[in-house]
T-cell receptor, first 116, second 114 residues
Framework: AQKVTQAQTEISVVEKEDVTLDCVYE???????LFWYKQPPSGELVFLIR??????QNEISGRYSWNFQKSTSSFNFTITASQVVDSAVYFC?????????????FGQGTILTVHP | EAQVTQNPRYLITVTGKKLTVTCSQN?????MSWYRQDPGLGLRQIYY???????DKGDVPEGYKVSRKEKRNFPLILESPSPNQTSLYFC?????????????FGPGTRLTVT
């Protein structure tokens, strides 16, 4: 069975602070894919990143960065110099390859509030 | 424009009154699925379809039906809605089931059952 855990239910920061959202996953698949999605107050799901299990390189995209550590089964997401527009619910998700038949297993989500 | 559309976007209904939420994609994707989102639980898969006439249960299928008569459409049917089906519903599609393919999500349907 696959599982994704986002231990932080809610995080509150002040603008310009850095913030890290934690994600820990469980899977028996050797090939799998990890995702982060953003859900702004308007409700849609915005795709942020996909990482496959064979690529442990960290990635940076503007103020966003992701740290994938297979040894600890973690795929953490850091926002540098946070802004009010970053306020949203963030989901980490796992696609376990062939055995999951395309299903994304989502974490519970982390509500991020950035105060001006 | 590549997209997944859902209708209606908002729906308030009463217990027991059958309803259908439509989902359509214009990308010729084989794979489609439905998720429900509830606070503290994230998104959970209800049903999925790997192609026309091929559907299967996800993690929370009770109380729902689906059909896939055409490749582009994947409606979600609640034959006798109950208050515990009050939720935010998302339809998603992708080219295949492989995780290397991006899943496109619809805008969501907020359902309230009273």
């Amino acid at each position: 069975a696959q599982k994704v855990t986002q231990a932080q239910t809610e995080i509150s920061v002040v603008e310009k602070e850095d913030v890290t959202l934690d994600c820990v996953y469980e899977t028996r698949d050797t090939t799998y894919y990890l995702f982060w999605y953003k859900q702004p107050p308007s409700g849609e799901l915005v795709f942020l990143i996909r990482r496959n299990s064979f690529d442990e390189q960290n990635e940076i995209s503007g103020r966003y960065s992701w740290n994938f550590q297979k040894s600890t089964s973690s795929f953490n997401f850091t926002i540098t110099a946070s802004q009010v527009v970053d306020s949203a619910v963030y989901f980490c998700a796992l696609n376990g390859g062939g055995t999951s038949y395309g299903k994304l297993t989502f974490g519970q989500g982390t509500i991020l509030t950035v105060h001006p | 424009e590549a997209q997944v559309t859902q209708n209606p976007r908002y729906l308030i209904t009463v217990t027991g009154k059958k309803l259908t939420v439509t989902c359509s994609q214009n990308m010729n994707h084989e794979y489609m699925s439905w998720y429900r989102q509830d606070p503290g639980l994230g998104l959970r898969q209800i049903y999925y379809s790997m192609n026309v006439e091929v559907t299967d249960k996800g993690d929370v299928p009770e109380g729902y039906k689906v059909s896939r008569k055409e490749k582009r459409n994947f409606p979600l049917i609640l034959e006798s809605p109950s208050p515990n089906q009050t939720s935010l519903y998302f339809c998603a599609s992708s080219f295949t089931t492989g995780g290397e393919n991006e899943q496109y999500f619809g805008p969501g349907t907020r359902l309230t059952v009273t």
